[in-house]
């Protein structure tokens, strides 16, 4: 099997779990097929997207666990070879997975001033007049022209919103996973 190794390896072959801090059973990498990684949630997208600096490589090596980012943990890795990917290459394997992994976006492409090394996670909150039955954001105020003074409010819905390089990300497609942070999922396989 062959895998994407983003940064040096590890001299004792051990990642470091930068939520807890410890050492990994292995050295952590991305499954890795027709020429791109495979990032199957949205730790994955985040973990590749703050590596952008770091030497890549096209490895192999015996799957001995998972990550917290549910990543391969090999053993025995063995280098094939080094490539180079630009900021351009990051940044399109990036959008690309986004866009397959969210049926909605909105926003223009912006790259100025923007912090690329990672997704970005907003939650916007909504609510329901109660007289108009409109759905609008929890902090806006109904334009209802009831014969009240009054607005009532039933609480809407989370809205949540992933945003990367000016684009906001909402509605991810089904199996998806968006959760983020420690998962406390490392198991042997």
Request: with cysteine.
């Amino acid at each position: 099997m062959v895998f994407l190794r983003l940064g040096k390896i590890p001299g004792n072959k051990q990642s470091t779990n930068f939520f807890t801090n410890e050492k990994e059973i292995g050295v952590s990498v991305f499954e890795f097929k027709n020429n791109l990684p495979i990032l199957s949630n949205l730790n994955q997208l985040n973990s590749f997207a703050l590596r952008r600096e770091e030497p890549a490589f096209i490895c192999s090596g015996d799957v001995i666990g998972i990550g917290n980012d549910e990543e391969p943990l090999i053993k025995n890795i063995k280098i094939i070879k080094s490539i180079n990917y630009s900021k351009e290459d990051f940044l399109k394997i990036i959008l690309d997975k986004l866009n397959q992994a969210f049926l909605s976006k909105s926003g223009d492409l912006d790259l100025i001033d923007r912090d690329l090394s990672r997704v970005f996670h907003s939650v916007k909150r909504t609510k329901t007049c109660t007289i108009c039955k409109i759905e609008i954001d929890e902090f806006d105020n109904c334009d209802c022209k009831s014969k009240k003074n009054t607005y009532k409010y039933t609480k809407g819905k989370e809205i949540h919103e992933y945003i990367y390089a000016g684009i906001k990300f909402t509605n991810p497609v089904n199996g998806f996973d968006t959760l983020m942070g420690w998962k406390n999922k490392v198991a042997k396989i």
